[in-house]
């Protein structure tokens, strides 16, 4: 008699599973930290050090630029005063080459707006790089322009192409000019009204850092700085703007001594070695240079930047107009 095997009886199936663990809870990202408005920002992220940069450690840019237009000024008054039309001619030879050079380099300019609008032309080259041989070419190319005529009248075609060259080319200064006013030099960013008044906290706080503040300083700078910068929304005259450099330099002659007084008298307080004083003070002295700078360029800030606006609609038809007319003058020449 064969045995009755009994089943087994079943469990759950839960009972062979290990206990459940709790599931790890991460905590929460924390948000990235936002400074209020009125706080101070961080110096390494702000135009304060682009400002400081253009300041004091853009001389040998200025120096270049300098040098440059001093050079080509020279060459200009040297062709005018040595007439070379015994040796150039405008229809053949070096005097033929040198228009077409000079109306080469005058139509590369188109390059600059083009690479600045098209990002897909970055192919070329740099947009600064681009802007850096914008200014040369528009100042070599009239030059060699005024080679090519010996500085003399002709055609009324060419006579109307030379005469719009030469408007182009000193509409540009007047345009690099407003263009370093609303910029951090030839080749910085933009500045704004808010980045001006942030950096004008830092360097005010840092000022107060530096020495204990006196009350004949402090009075000094803000009767400066309420004069001197317009209200929000309002565009300075322009007797207030392009008086703002002398009277910056006004302020800055007033304000050196009590500046003076100020850290020394400090140093004298806390018993410091004169070395240490002097060094606070060469510290103190550049950050006050800095503030008065930030106040000229905010109170001239919106007059300059409606004067490049209004310049820009003139510049560009002025451009077509002279591209239009030296092409005309080309055609004519070898036409008839």
């Known amino acids: 008699m064969s045995a009755v095997i009994k089943p087994l009886p079943l469990r759950p199936q839960t009972d062979n599973l290990a206990p459940a663990q709790p599931i790890p809870v991460l905590p929460p990202k924390a948000a990235p930290v936002v400074?209020?408005?009125?706080?101070?920002?961080?110096?390494?992220?702000?135009?304060?050090?682009?400002?400081v940069a253009e300041l004091f450690y853009s001389t040998g840019d200025r120096l270049g630029?300098?040098?440059?237009f001093l050079v080509m000024t020279a060459v200009i008054v040297a062709g005018y005063r040595l007439r070379l039309d015994r040796f150039?001619?405008?229809e053949y030879g070096s005097g033929y080459l040198l228009g077409i050079a000079g109306g080469s380099l005058m139509l590369l300019l188109l390059i600059y707006p083009l690479r600045k609008r098209y990002p897909r032309l970055a192919w070329l080259g740099s947009a600064r790089g681009w802007f850096q041989a914008h200014?040369?070419?528009?100042?070599?190319?009239?030059?060699?322009?005024l080679y090519h005529c010996n500085y003399q009248l002709g055609a009324l075609n060419s006579n109307i192409a030379l005469i719009c060259m030469l408007v182009v080319a000193g509409s540009g200064l007047f345009g690099r000019y407003f263009y370093t006013r609303i910029h951090y030099g030839l080749y910085g960013t933009q500045i704004t009204r808010v980045q001006l008044k942030q950096d004008m906290e830092l360097t005010r706080s840092r000022l107060k850092e530096l020495f204990l503040f006196e009350s004949?300083?402090?009075?000094?700078?803000?009767?400066?700085?309420?004069?001197?910068?317009?209200?929000?929304?309002?565009?300075a005259r322009l007797v207030h703007a392009l008086s703002m450099g002398l009277r910056t330099h006004w302020v800055y002659g007033k304000a050196v001594p009590l500046l003076r007084r100020a850290v020394?008298?400090?140093g004298e307080s806390l018993d410091w070695d004169p070395k240490h004083t002097?060094?606070?003070?060469?510290?103190?002295?550049?950050?006050?240079?800095?503030?008065?700078?930030?106040?000229?360029?905010?109170?001239?800030?919106?007059?300059?930047e409606r004067l490049f606006s209004l310049w820009h609609i003139l510049h560009v038809p002025l451009f077509v107009m002279m591209v239009i007319t030296a092409v005309a003058h080309i055609i004519a020449v070898h036409v008839f």
Do not use: W
């Open 264 to 266: 020394f008298a400090e």
């Open 216 to 235: 004949a300083l402090a009075d000094c700078l803000h009767a400066f700085e309420k004069n001197a910068v317009p209200p929000d929304g309002e565009t």
């Open 278 to 304: 002097r060094r606070r003070y060469a510290d103190a002295l550049r950050v006050l240079t800095v503030h008065l700078d930030l106040v000229r360029k905010l109170s001239q800030i919106s007059f300059f």
């Open 65 to 68: 630029t300098l040098f440059f």
């Open 88 to 90: 150039i001619t405008p």
């Open 135 to 145: 200014m040369m070419m528009g100042v070599v190319g009239p030059a060699c322009i």
């Open 35 to 51: 400074a209020p408005p009125g706080e101070h920002r961080d110096p390494n992220r702000s135009g304060l050090r682009q400002h």
